[in-house]
């Protein structure tokens, strides 16, 4: 089983619709929370850096992270042809080496 | 300002040769770190480099190593080339070597025949 669970896809939804991605993960050690967004052909971008339990908004997007169910997601709101892309989820311990999960390819149609 | 940088873009080798990756980090960044993306599958930690050590290294054979230079860029070198090897490489940057987010660049894109 890996350590960290990610749906991939694709998502289809239509333009302005709320785009709903989660995560699911094993390992009790992960206390930092990210959402990258990867566009075919490029790296990965940070969307949103959490640590605690909670929610956390940034324009668009909010984060949300529930550590006793072992559960994060990233809600996009009125979501726009541009959102069209692999969202990587991704978590760590203490130090900086990252674990993700597959990625959930989006599709936004207009 | 200049986020990170990968040379070159694309890069095809055959079996059994070798291979080196370059990376600079993003202004004002110490700590690199590299990961392989294999199609269609998130990225997986190959080993990060801070204060020109090797700090921290994924599930990799020691074909993979690095080096870290004084002014922080990196290269990830790879040996003895497998097919398997094929996979998007790419390199992150950060502040310091524990919990600063990472930012990543482009990547190389290797393809081995």
């Known amino acids: 089983q890996k350590e960290v669970e990610q749906d991939p896809g694709p998502l289809s939804v239509p333009e302005g619709a709320i785009v709903s991605l989660n995560c699911t993960y094993s390992?009790?050690?992960?206390?930092?929370f990210m959402w990258y967004r990867q566009y075919s052909r490029k790296g990965p971008e940070l969307l949103m850096y959490t640590y605690s339990s909670g929610n956390k908004e940034d324009g668009r997007f909010t984060a949300q992270v529930d550590k006793s169910s072992k559960y994060i997601s990233l809600f996009i709101r009125d979501s726009q042809p541009s959102d069209s892309a692999t969202y990587l989820c991704?978590?760590?311990?203490?130090?900086?080496?990252?674990?993700f999960g597959g990625g959930t390819r989006v599709l936004v149609k207009p | 300002d200049a986020g990170v940088t990968q040379s070159p873009t694309h890069l095809i080798k055959t079996r059994g040769q070798q291979v080196t990756l370059r990376c600079s980090p993003k202004s004002g960044h110490d700590t690199v770190s590299w990961y392989q993306q294999a199609l269609g599958q998130g990225p997986q930690f190959i080993f990060q480099y801070y204060e020109e050590e090797e700090r921290q290294r994924g599930n990799f054979p020691d074909r993979f190593s690095g080096h870290q230079f004084p002014n922080y860029s990196s290269e990830l070198n790879v040996n003895a080339l497998l097919l398997g090897d094929s996979a998007l490489y790419l390199c992150?940057?950060?502040?310091?070597?524990?919990?600063?987010?990472?930012?990543f660049g482009n990547g190389t894109r290797l393809t081995v025949t």
């Open positions: 991704a978590m760590k311990a203490a130090g900086n080496k990252l674990t």
């Open positions: 992150a940057s950060s502040l310091g070597a524990d919990d600063s987010p990472l930012h």
């Open positions: 390992n009790s050690a992960f206390q930092y």
